[in-house]
């Protein structure tokens, strides 16, 4: 019901840290950003993007998210 009435207004919230056994999130606000960074990770440690659950978000900006064993 709540997605019937509000639609892609609404967000749904992840429960990171300890709680969630180490979830974390990358909170990019903008692609403006996003762009170099990702460029940046590619470089660096290219293995490592495949292994991210990323979403566009609507701004457009990315949320990436991992797991972390030390939160």
């Known amino acids: 019901r709540w997605f019937n009435t509000w639609g892609c207004c609404c967000g749904i919230g ?7 056994s180490g979830v974390e999130t990358i ?6 950003y ?7 990770v590619r470089l660096r440690a290219p293995h490592l993007i495949d292994r991210f659950v ?4 609507p701004r457009p900006g990315l ?3 991992y ?3 030390t939160v």
């Open 27 to 32: 909170d990019i606000d903008s692609m403006e």
């Open 14 to 20: 992840v429960v990171c840290g300890a709680i969630s």
């Open 54 to 57: 990323m979403v566009q978000t």
């Open 63 to 65: 949320h990436v998210y």
């Open 34 to 40: 996003a762009d170099p960074w990702l460029s940046q």
């Open 67 to 69: 797991r972390c064993s």
